[in-house]
């Protein structure tokens, strides 16, 4: 079992980066696949990045590909989401997940067992 804890969230302005980070805790954090979510007021929650156990496997969605990079630290157990060029519909409350028993190569976009408790990004205009 894993808990995830994010951090970094924060009010910035249109055009602005943030920088989330998601603390696991445990000893295997190298077995488990993480992701970021997002959940936008009066939205369902959405995939936004994910990355593999061990080899820097990554993949985003369309709306943040290119402007959003997915990484970890495994002897830090965390996982990290560097935001950059941020818009308004970027406002959201962000999860990290995680699952375990897959593909090392795998980037999940769905399955996650392991949720953190969110953390609130807000971009004003």
């Known amino acids: 079992q894993v808990q995830l804890v994010e951090s970094g969230g924060g009010l910035v302005q249109a055009g602005g980066s943030l920088r989330l980070s998601c603390a696991a805790s445990?000893?295997?954090?190298?077995?488990?696949?993480m992701g970021w979510f997002r959940q936008a007021p009066g939205k369902e929650r959405e995939f936004v990045a994910a990355i593999s156990r061990s080899d820097g496997n990554t993949y985003y969605a369309d709306s943040v590909k290119g402007r959003f990079t997915i990484s970890r630290d495994n002897a830090k157990n965390t996982v990290y989401l560097q935001m950059n060029s941020l818009k308004r519909e970027d406002t959201a409350v962000y999860y990290c997940?995680?699952?375990?028993?897959?593909?090392?190569?795998?980037?999940?976009?769905?399955?996650?067992?392991?949720w953190g408790q969110g953390t609130q990004v807000t971009v004003s205009s």
């Open positions: 997940a995680a699952v375990s028993g897959i593909s090392s190569t795998a980037t999940p976009r769905s399955g996650y067992d392991y």
């Open positions: 445990g000893r295997t954090f190298s077995s488990y696949a």
